[in-house]
C-alpha cells in the first residue's frame, strides 16, 4: 500500500467514529422525518401513511399561520433594528473613552445568561404587579400599566423587545472585532482626501465590514426563526395564539396534540425555510464584501 | 508502520464495537435496573412476570417506578406517598419505589414520549382515555380492587374501555366549579348565584366593595380549559346529554349559538373587570394564593380546593375563612356537574415487573390509603367499601350539586386534542380582552374535521 492511499485510510478512519455518530444521530433520523412526515402518527400507535394530508393542513392550522406572521415580523425588527442599534453601539464602543472595558462586558452579559432564567426573571418583572409596572407607576404613568405579556396586543411585541435586549450587545461585540479589524491606514488615507464623519463611515467602515454584517445577519435571521424559549415559558403562544412562534407551534403540534406526523411534516417545511431564507441572505450580503 | 498499523486496528475495532452498541436492541427498558429484569429472558411481560416474578413477602430486591404528576408538599399527598411506601415494603421489604415525578401538564408529554420509546415508569398516573384505547396499559380486569368498583367507578370513562377495566379510578371527581369565600359574600349580603345573570351580578357587587370577583391562574392552560369546559357544560348538556355526539355527528356545530353565548359571558366578565389584572401571567397556586388571602371572592377550581386552601391560610398567616360552593350555571339556572375520576392508577404494559406494578395498585387500592386520599382532594368514592367522612362541610355542598345533575361525559370527550387546545386558545384570547366573534370558533371547527379519526367516542 502506497503512503498517500496509507494515508487517506488513516483519514477515513479517524473521520468514521464522528461519521457514523453524525449519520446514527442526525441522517438516519431525518431521512425517517420524511418517512413520517407523510403519516397520522400518535407515537403510540403505529404510523398511518396519509400522502400529503400533513402539508396541507399546515395552510389551515392557525397556530402554524400566527406563527409564521409572529416569526417574520421578528425577523424583520432583528434586521432593522437589532442589527443597526448593534452596529451603532459598536462604532461608539470602539471610540476610546474610559470606561470602555465595563460597557463591553455589560453589553455582553445577557446573552451569557441561560434562556430559561432569562425568561423566568422577566416574567416576574413583566407581571401585572411586577416592578416594571411599579416603576410606570412611580413615574406617574399608571394610565400606560397592563399585563404586558396577558395582551393579545403587548405580549408578542414585549417578546420581541426581550430578544433584542439579549441578542444586541452580543451582535454588537461581533461587529466591534469586525471594526477592530480595519486597517487605520485606510482611514487615513482618507482623511487626508477630505473625508470626515458619516463619508468615512459609508465609503470605508461599512463596506469593509460587510463579510461581518453577513454573519451577524444570518445569527439574527436564523435566530429569529428559531425562537422558541421565551415565548415557552412566558406565555406558551398565548394569549389565544398571538404570541406563538414557528418553532413553538412546531413543538405544541408534537407534543400537546400529539400530532408527531403532523409536527414531523410542519418542521421539514421550517428546515426548508430556513436554509432558503439564510441562503438568499448570505447571498445578497456577500456581493457586498469586500476584500483588502 | 507496525505502529500505524496497530492504530489503524484499534480504530477500526472501535468504530465496530460503536456500531454494535448503538445498533444493539434492548428490550428491558421498562424495568428499572434490577437483578429480576436484567435476567428475565426477551419474552413478553406477561410471561416473564409469571415465570421470574417474586411471590408477595418475596425478598427480591428490585426498583419500582411511579410516575405522577400531581404529588407534591400538600401534607395529604405527602401522607398518601409515604403510606405507599410504608404498605408496599409488607410486602416486598427490599423493593424501593422510584417516584417519577414531574409537575403539572410537562408530565404528559415526557410520558407520551416515555411510551413511544418504550421507557415509561412500570405504574402510571395518568389522566384521558388514550393510553387506554392505544394499548400501553395493561388490562386489569382480573385484580380483587375490581370487584370492589361502585357504579361510579365501573362506568368511568377514562379507566374502562370495550368492557375492560384498564385502572384504578381515584375516586369521582367533579370537573370543576366556584368555590366562594363564605365571610366576604356573608359581609356583602350575598347569596350564591342560581342563574348566569345572578352570577354577574354578584360578581359586580363583590367588584363595587373593591375586591376581585373571581381569581384566574391561566397562565396554567389547564385552568382556562377547566372554567370552559365547566360553563360550556351546562348550556351544552344540561337539557341535551347528546349534544357531544352530535358535534361529532355534524348534526351541531362547534359555533352554535350555545357555545358563543359561554365566551360572550367571559367578554362580559373581562370587559367588567371581574378577573384579576394578571389574569393570563399568573399560574394557579398563585390564584389560589389570592383567594385565600382574601384578595378575591371566587375561584374555578377543582375538588382539591378546600384542602388547598386550608393549606395556603396555614403556610400564610392569613386569615381563616369558611369556603362554599356552586356548580357553573347557564341562563336558566340550569347545571350539569362534570363527574369522573380526575387521576387513574393505571400499569405499564410493557413493564417487566408486571406482578409487582399490580400489587403497588392493589396497595393503592387498599382502604387505609384510598380513604385518605379521597379526603384530601375531595373526591368521591369510587370503591364500595371505602366510605369517608369529609373533614369540610363543603363537601356537602359538592355532593349536593351532583345528585342534581352529573354526566361523565363533556364537550372534548368529542373533541381531538387539537380541538381541546383550540378551546383553551379562545378562551385565553377573549379573557384577554378581545371582543369574541364566532370565527373564532373557526380553529375548534377545523381541529375537528381534520382529526376526527383521533377521538375515541365515549361509550
Partial sequence: ?292 | MKSSKAWMGLMLILCFGLVLSACGGNKNNNASPSPSASEAPAASPSESASEEAPKAGSDKAFTIRVGAWFIDDRSYQVAFKQGIEDKYKELYPNAKIQWDITLGLPYFDKLKAQLASRSAPDVIFYQNQEYVVDGYLEDLSNEPWVARLNEAGQTDLQTHFQGKTYALPMGGSIGGGVWYNKKIFADLGLQPPKTTQEFMDVAEAIKQAGITPIALGFKDAWTAQMFATNWLQPYLFSEDPDFGLKIYNGEKKLDDPLIQEVFLNFQKMKENDYFNKNALSIDWPQSAQLFAKGEAAMIIQGPWMPGANKENIANGGFESFDIGFFPLMDDKGNTAMIIGSNEALGVNAQTELMQEAKDLVNVVASPELYGPYLVGGGALTMLSDVSVTYDDPVVSEVQEAVSKKSLPVRLESYLPTSGANALIDVTTKVVSGVKFTPADLKPMIDSLERDKATVTLPE
Fill in chain 1, 1 to 292: 500500500m502506497n503512503q498517500n492511499r496509507r494515508l487517506y485510510l488513516s483519514g477515513v478512519l479517524f473521520l468514521l467514529p464522528a461519521l457514523l455518530i453524525f449519520g446514527m444521530f442526525f441522517y438516519l433520523p431525518f431521512l425517517q422525518s420524511i418517512y413520517y412526515s407523510f403519516t397520522e402518527w400518535n407515537a403510540l400507535k403505529p404510523p398511518r401513511f396519509i400522502g400529503f394530508d400533513n402539508y396541507v393542513n399546515l395552510l389551515k392550522d392557525q397556530r402554524m399561520k400566527d406563527g409564521f406572521f409572529n416569526t417574520m415580523k421578528m425577523v424583520a425588527f432583528g434586521v432593522i433594528v437589532q442589527n443597526t442599534l448593534a452596529l451603532f453601539l459598536a462604532v461608539m464602543l470602539n471610540k476610546p473613552f474610559r470606561t470602555k472595558a465595563f460597557l463591553r462586558t455589560s453589553l455582553y452579559l445577557p446573552i451569557v445568561i441561560s434562556l430559561v432564567v432569562t425568561s423566568i426573571i422577566w416574567g416576574q418583572l413583566l407581571n401585572y404587579e411586577g416592578l416594571f409596572n411599579g416603576i410606570l407607576i412611580r413615574l406617574g404613568l399608571e394610565s400606560i400599566i397592563q399585563d404586558w405579556l396577558g395582551t393579545v396586543q403587548t405580549s408578542f411585541p414585549t417578546i420581541i423587545l426581550l430578544t433584542q435586549w439579549q441578542g444586541i450587545g452580543y451582535c454588537a461585540i461581533i461587529y466591534l472585532a469586525g471594526l477592530q479589524s480595519i486597517p487605520n491606514d485606510i482611514y487615513e488615507a482618507a482623511e487626508i482626501e477630505g473625508a470626515k464623519g458619516f463619508t468615512l463611515f459609508r465609503t470605508i467602515t461599512l463596506p469593509m465590514l460587510m463579510t461581518t454584517v453577513s454573519v451577524v445577519l444570518f445569527l439574527i435571521v436564523v435566530g429569529g426563526l428559531r425562537l422558541f424559549e421565551l415565548p415557552y415559558i412566558l406565555t406558551n403562544g398565548g394569549p389565544g395564539t398571538s404570541s406563538y412562534t414557528l418553532f413553538l407551534a412546531v413543538y405544541n403540534a408534537a407534543f400537546q396534540n400529539t400530532q408527531y406526523g403532523y409536527a414531523t411534516a410542519a418542521s421539514i417545511v421550517l428546515a426548508f425555510f430556513i436554509i432558503i431564507v439564510a441562503i438568499v441572505q448570505l447571498r445578497i450580503t456577500s456581493k457586498r464584501e469586500v476584500e483588502l
